[in-house]
C-alpha cells in the first residue's frame, strides 16, 4: 500500500520537471554618440599696466600682467596654439629723444601645465610673426603680456597693445 503513493509522488514529480529548453537567441546593441571638436575662449577683459613712467617721465616697467581665462577649453589631444602680440604704442608722434614704442613679449599657459612664448618680435603695431606648438587638450588658458625697455623716454599718451591666440583642435 505504501509503494502506490510513493509511485505516485514520483510520477508527479517527473510531470513537473520542465522539458529540456530550446536553445535561445540573443542580440548586442550598440548604441554610439559623438562629440564634435571644439576649442572655446570666452574672453577677457583688458588687463591695464597702470603708469609706465615715474613723476619724473623715467621708464617705470610695470612688470608682467597676465589675463586669466577659466572658460577656455579644447577636447581635442593635438589642439594646436600660435600666440602673436603687438607692441604698447601711442598713436601721439615721437619727436627727437622720445619712443612711443614699449616692446611687449607674451606668452601662453594652460591648466595643465603647457606654456608656449611667443619668441618673435614685433614691430610697434604691426604684430610678430607669432609662434605654435600643442598644447593637448585643456580647461583654462592664461595669457601673460611682459612689457620690455624702450628704446628712448616715453612720448605723453595712451599705450595699447594686443596678444592674439588662436586654438585648432586636431585629434
Known amino acids: 500500500m505504501k509503494k502506490l503513493p510513493i509511485a505516485a509522488v514520483g510520477l508527479a514529480a517527473m510531470a513537473s520537471t520542465p522539458a529540456m529548453a530550446a536553445a535561445g537567441t540573443s542580440q548586442t546593441y550598440t548604441f554610439n554618440g559623438h562629440v564634435d571638436a571644439l576649442c572655446s575662449i570666452s574672453g577677457a577683459a583688458a588687463v591695464d ?7 619724473s617721465g623715467n621708464y617705470a616697467n610695470p612688470g608682467a600682467k597676465t589675463a586669466t581665462d577659466t572658460g577656455a577649453n579644447c577636447n581635442q589631444a593635438g589642439t594646436t596654439a600660435t600666440i602673436k602680440h603687438t607692441d604698447l604704442t601711442t598713436s601721439n608722434p615721437a619727436t627727437t629723444g622720445f619712443t612711443n614704442i614699449v616692446p ?21 603695431s604691426t604684430a610678430s610673426t607669432g ?30 597693445g594686443t596678444v592674439t591666440v588662436t586654438l585648432t583642435p586636431s585629434a
Request: avoid cysteine; charge should be negative; proline fraction near 3%.
Open 49 to 55: 599696466f597702470g603708469a609706465l613712467t615715474d613723476g
Open 104 to 124: 611687449l613679449s607674451a606668452s601662453l599657459s594652460t591648466d595643465q601645465g603647457v606654456t608656449i612664448a611667443d619668441t618673435t618680435n614685433a614691430s610697434g
Open 131 to 160: 609662434t605654435g606648438g600643442t598644447i593637448k587638450a585643456f580647461t583654462g588658458l592664461t595669457v601673460t603680456a611682459t612689457p620690455g625697455t624702450p628704446t628712448a623716454r616715453l612720448v605723453a599718451g595712451s599705450y595699447s
